[in-house]
């Protein structure tokens, strides 16, 4: 059982930047795929950037390509969230996950995921 803590989320001016992180427990970590999703008030969790087990290539949504970047550190079990240029539309709770090798390779899928962190709140003000 993989878990996954994440952090970094608070208030935040439009125009500003945050840096969320995602600790996960398991040595393993370096195996799997790992995406950040969010969910506003009111509306599906949605799709917002992964990165293959090896670090290679990432994928955006296009609402945050340019802005966004996501990378990963495997000697430190880690996922991070670079968000620059922050817009209030910005503003949900962030969720990073985990997919084991032989779950899919449709990244921006929910279902390719097999475990979830709790949530960081991102709130972006005008």
């Known amino acids: 059982q993989v878990q996954l803590v994440e952090s970094g989320g608070e208030l935040v001016q439009a125009g500003g930047s945050l840096r969320l992180s995602c600790a996960a427990s398991e040595r393993a970590f370096s195996t799997y795929n790992m995406g950040w999703f969010r969910q506003a008030p009111g509306k599906e969790r949605e799709f917002v950037a992964a990165i293959w087990w090896f670090g290679g290539n990432a994928y955006y949504a296009d609402s945050v390509k340019g802005r966004f970047t996501i990378s990963r550190d495997n000697a430190k079990n880690t996922v991070y969230l670079q968000m620059n240029n922050l817009k209030t539309d910005d503003t949900a709770v962030y969720y990073c996950?985990?997919?084991?090798?032989?779950?899919?390779?449709?990244?921006?899928?929910?279902?390719?995921?097999?475990?979830w962190g709790q949530g960081t709140q991102v709130t972006v003000s005008s």
């Open positions: 996950a985990a997919a084991r090798p032989d779950s899919g390779t449709d990244l921006s899928f929910r279902n390719t995921y097999n475990y």
